[in-house]
């Protein structure tokens, strides 16, 4: 029986394979398969996922999305160049790429050919109207939910991203060419929706999906992040909608989600067959535009005079030290492009050996969120339990993952002597908060933040949904709007394809502004 690495090693490889068929995006070849003789007629629904799969990922948490939007509004990482996205103003091409990307596929970095929504819509169809065909890669129902729980988990992160977008009328132009745009609560009530029927899809005893890079077919696993997937939609919708929420939450977290870091949802990239996007910008691109964040290395160093004596162990597995001497120094949060490049780089601690690594996962969810949500639903009075219990497992699955991903496991007197000190604690934190209510949102907030590191989009969502303080204004001032952005703003390219229906969105949510909350941001 061949392991679950080998099982996504080949499926790695059948990626390589795709980018010899498909000279451009993936969506542009489609209609032409039957009439090139040199394309195959069908493409088999493990290459869809597979594609899909890595494509997701990759447009995630490349250099452009990844780290010129996510990793900059979440302050993970500055600009030592470069860096009007430090200060938001955020290039046009970039929005209207990804917003492509997303919802089409195209072109990575590596210039190979990676999927988006249509892929996973082409699996859903072509296991509804061809059952006996598409078994061939395994069970049809899997593979449909499987679609479906990818589907659910990037749709979340785009509109969390815009906030209303087309979700209803998208990906069929034979209906439509100009989608309407969905308001987010509708968005948010369809998605629950899908992950339900998703989950009810599953069928267990029978074979997953071939082609699938995460979790090798293993459907036990697929229904443990669809759960998990679940519990995010509910406590991030908590404000605008508690009595769905609570109900959502209660209801995933009774059928089971993440109990470990076993189960972290992961996509694998491999030395020599399939690079990190991080990866190939800077050893193969040579590029190196961003260092560590003096915002999050500040709280990650020692610092008795904080309260914080005990170095995060995270801290190795997150930057480097500066090669001029080997002390901690982080470049400051939004410079402008002449005073960014007026500090050399040896000065600065930069992006871990394990963040530039070619084989660095990619993480679509992992397990300390689940713990930290966990501590959230337990102080809304969602649930029972002890919510500092919570918090504590929270940080220490974190850092579990990353010291053992970076190949030096923190010990648990290591562990717990982090989490005791004053900075860390979870009463004393909350008994500092500034908050006149809910004083807990401080802490969690602050530490799923930190664990959140390098998932930029989701470290953003939590800061604007918990309120808990922690980022700052651009140092050298902000380019675009007067604080840090709520939303990111629609692309040009809608304004002019879909013009009506662009309208009729911002009439209905609020000018297209970086400053306009999308509909669960309440705080």
Not at 131 to 136: L, V
Not at 208 to 224: C, E, F, N, S, T
Not at 349 to 362: C, I, K, W
Not at 394 to 423: C, H, K, R, V
Request: hydrophobic share 35%; proline share 4%; net charge negative.
């Amino acid at each position: 029986m061949k392991t679950r690495s080998e099982k996504n090693k080949k499926y790695i490889l059948i990626l390589t394979f795709i980018s010899f068929f498909f000279g451009s995006s993936c969506t542009k070849n489609f209609e032409s398969i039957n009439d090139d003789p040199n394309n195959p007629e069908d493409v088999p629904n493990s290459y869809f996922l597979a594609g899909a799969q890595r494509g997701i990922m990759d447009n995630t948490i490349d250099t452009w999305w990844g780290a010129q939007v996510g990793n900059q509004l979440a302050q993970y990482w500055s600009s030592n160049q470069y860096t009007n996205e430090s200060r938001y103003l955020f290039r046009t091409t970039v929005t209207n790429d990804y917003w492509g990307v997303f919802y089409s596929g195209g072109r990575n970095d590596a210039l190979v050919n990676v999927g988006g929504l249509l892929e996973l819509k082409r699996i859903v169809d072509n296991c509804t109207n061809d059952r006996d065909k598409s078994s061939k890669y395994g069970d049809p129902d899997n593979q449909i939910a499987v679609a479906s729980i990818l589907r659910v988990w990037l749709f979340q992160n785009m509109t969390d991203c815009w906030g209303d977008i087309p979700y209803s009328e998208t990906l069929d132009p034979e209906k439509t060419r100009t989608p309407k745009y969905d308001r987010q609560a509708d968005i948010y009530t369809g998605l629950l929706a899908e992950i339900n029927t998703a989950l009810l899809t599953i069928k267990a005893s029978e074979p997953g999906p071939a082609g699938d890079m995460i979790y090798g077919g293993d459907m036990d696993q697929w229904a443990k992040f669809a759960n998990s997937i679940k519990m995010r939609l509910a406590i991030r919708m908590a404000d605008a909608n508690g009595a769905v929420a609570t109900a959502a939450f209660n209801e995933a977290l009774a059928a089971g989600a993440f109990t470990s870091n076993a189960d972290n949802a992961l996509l694998p990239y491999e030395t020599g067959t399939s690079y990190n996007p991080i990866f190939y910008d800077n050893s193969i691109n040579g590029r190196n535009d961003y260092a560590a964040s003096n915002i999050l290395l500040n709280i990650l160093v020692s610092d008795a005079a904080m309260g914080h004596p005990v170095q995060d162990p995270r801290l190795p597995a997150y930057f480097a030290p500066t090669e001029a001497n080997g002390d901690w120094v982080g470049e400051v949060y939004g410079l402008s492009d002449a005073n960014a490049a007026s500090t050399p780089n040896e000065n600065i601690s930069q992006r871990s050996a394990l963040v530039l690594a070619d084989n660095n996962p990619g993480i679509y969810m992992d397990y300390a969120q689940i713990k930290f949500m966990m501590a959230e639903a337990i102080e809304r009075g969602w649930t029972s339990g002890d919510a500092q219990t919570e918090y504590n497992e929270g940080i220490a699955a974190s850092i579990e993952f990353w010291t053992t991903l970076n190949g030096t496991p923190a010990t648990q007197p290591e562990i717990d002597a982090y989490i005791a000190q004053d900075s860390v604690d979870y009463v004393k934190q909350k008994a500092i908060a500034s908050f006149a209510n809910d004083q807990w949102k401080f802490p969690v907030g602050k530490q799923k933040w930190i664990a959140l590191y390098n998932q930029g989009i989701q470290g953003w969502c939590e800061w604007r949904r918990l309120d808990f303080g922690v980022l700052q204004q651009p140092a050298d001032g902000i380019l675009e709007g007067d604080d840090i952005p709520v939303r990111m703003k629609y692309g040009v390219d809608e304004q002019t394809l879909n013009s009506g229906n662009y309208a009729a969105a911002i009439s209905a949510q609020g000018p297209d502004l970086q400053s306009t909350k999308v509909w669960w941001d309440k705080n």
